[in-house]
């Protein structure tokens, strides 16, 4: 195999977010170098990354020139241009995770489609063009509408309660799912190969901030059965193999009261629901994400401790250069991991950092979880008004 | 506090090298941006620093220029310039460890003489100012000869077997010391910050490659009793605070036959000795390193696992640009974490890596450690004649 390690090789990102920040730190455990495109000069990349290029992940040409000379590309945000990423596919680079995947994937409507056409247990939907298709039927209220492109970061997904909310309804090409009143809500993360080897790691159980509409707290184990843990994972190692996918894999799960387990979302890239995995498990999602895309043999999935991941979101009131208050109160806590992505600015609900947490039982993480939660807030120079 | 983190903060790093590289990657989980002097383009530090610096580290004008404009100055080599440390420091920089300690430290004559001076254990010496100096009484043989100063990784010391082998001593100033036939040989890490809170790791055992006179294999926790571990912590911790040292210190102790512990040798940064300490303990020793000089609540240093760890030396027969032959059989291996250094070339006995590995044992550690010895060599693309 050609070396994939030291000058020769160049690994190009598209994107300069946290994800991509944290899979450089683990890239430079094996000198892989990774280069950077994103339009933000600020972007959490460019303090480490091997060199950063200014320029629009969604343009076709600035990706297109970005990825002529790199060995091997990947993505971590879906919101690129996929476009750019087929062409250099076909002319012999590797991409990963594979042009098509994210194409389907950043289509809430397809990936539907894509679930049901592989007897993967999803809740029931149907699709729209524009607002007016919404039923007025009070019966069929309160229903999921998620917008099915563009939305991120909770944003294009809402909960229509009763025929008044239908003024408030996105006017765009929508996937309308049943609610569904679930008792948990669970994250598996699947590692694929080039050979076709894969992993999948433990569920994970997650506690959702409302008015966010963002992950607040997620924990590991996930306090459910062993059996419930094994066909999650199951199902998401058969989600990646019928998606034929190179990388890394987050799908979430509802579980229901009655027990089954229902695909609410994918992502082909390192997750929030999985940045626990650097101090919980043996290898971290971003170690497994570059070992899936170098096609080299996938790293152990186990937990080695109990832990829980909080996410620093800026708090409403505040913009400005950012600070982290309580950061120092944070560190001085045993098992406490933070970490800070970076970013110059903050706003309300937007993801600064995060905070891992450790202990020997999942019910000390959630108890220190609470703590640490009440220390730490991100704010900025400016309140707003 | 002032902010620490963020782009109004700049930590001036003197010496590029493998330390320094693990540093970065620990600083980027606090935002912390690090850059870096070194005169070689290709140092590891070079693809993850904030920025890079092309210039003599032991050159006055060269690291007061890098310096001048850093809010705290560190090192990850003693060999630098300490006189324009010196002069920062003298201006109100603030450079941690302090330059006098590197100063004292640096030469190993003053070393011996303040253990000497501050009770702490060492073995007997006297210090020379040229090979004519040593005596030729057979009974004196064998002894070590190190130099004062110049020497590194193994270079500048030797054992003198007998008196046909003074023509081979080094003619420099140097510590004559009485040869201990130890039992083991410990590493403690101790870290201080500046309002003097200090921490020990607990002890390490080391093996020593004895042809290359490096650490080639070390194991957590050592195989000692309870009891000792807690005298070398103990003296550890004395010495940095006799010291008065802000940042870390690695301390190497010989564990006599008769249970003795005697100080060898200090060093007054990230150790060789403590690379472990990344998968191996809770807090690993470049992040306490960051937080020592930061002035952060340092933290726990408690050990998660057993581990061991192994130098990845280049083989004696190789030069050229380097390659890890084994490298992806030993990534196939669980609870083993390659670090590749990211240096271009390969030279005998060069370090360019290391290994941690973990298990549930001492001895499960050492039987996986022979393994991934037998796997992994470090070869180039020239074989030497």
């Known amino acids: 195999m050609k070396k994939w390690y030291g000058n020769s090789f160049r690994l190009g990102m598209i994107g300069g977010g946290q994800l991509g920040r944290m899979f450089i730190q683990e890239a430079a455990n094996l000198d892989v170098h990774v280069h950077v495109l994103d339009n933000d ?7 480490i990354a091997s060199s950063f290029t200014k320029g629009s992940i969604t343009d076709f040409d600035t990706v297109y020139q970005f990825g002529k ?4 590309i990947t993505v971590e945000i879906e919101n690129v241009s996929i476009e750019a990423l087929e062409q250099l596919e ?6 990963f995770p594979q042009p098509r995947i994210l194409k389907m994937i950043r289509d809430k409507g397809l990936q539907k489609a894509f679930y049901v056409n592989n007897g993967i247990p999803t809740s029931p939907f149907y699709l729209i063009n524009s607002k007016n298709e919404i039923s007025t039927d009070p019966q069929v209220y309160p229903f999921v509408q998620k917008m099915r492109t563009g939305g991120y970061d909770g944003k294009g997904v809402q909960i229509l309660k009763k025929v008044e909310d239908l003024s408030k309804a996105f006017d765009a090409p929508s996937v309308i799912e049943q609610l569904i009143p679930f008792e948990k809500e669970l994250s598996v993360i699947v590692a694929r190969n080039e050979r076709g080897e894969s992993v999948a790691y433990p569920s994970v159980e997650c506690q959702f901030n409302e008015e966010a509409n963002l992950v607040e707290l997620l924990f590991t184990p996930a306090q459910i059965s062993e059996d419930i ?17 190179v990388g890394i894999l987050a799908v979430e799960f509802f579980l229901t009261k009655e027990g089954d387990l229902l695909v609410n979302e994918i992502a082909p890239r390192p997750h929030n629901s999985g940045h626990h995995t650097i101090e919980c498990n043996s290898t971290s999602q971003f170690a497994q994400h570059l070992r899936s895309i170098l096609n080299l043999p996938l790293g152990d999935t186990s937990i080695r401790t109990a832990g829980g991941m909080i996410n620093l979101l800026g708090e409403q009131e505040y913009s400005g250069e950012v600070i982290y208050d309580g950061l120092e109160d944070v560190l001085a806590m045993e098992g406490v991991f933070p970490h800070i992505y970076g970013k110059v600015e903050t706003k309300a609900f937007r993801k600064m950092g995060h905070v891992t947490i450790t202990a020997a039982s999942v019910e000390l993480v959630l108890d220190k979880a609470e703590r640490v939660k009440a220390l730490i807030k991100v704010i900025g120079e400016r309140r707003n008004n």
């Open 229 to 245: 843990d094994r066909k999650a994972q199951k199902l998401a190692l058969e989600l990646i193999e019928s998606l034929d996918l």
């Open 41 to 47: 000069e600020n972007s959490p990349c460019k303090q």
């Open 90 to 95: 076909s002319e012999g680079k590797k991409v």
């Open 69 to 72: 000379d790199k060995e091997l």
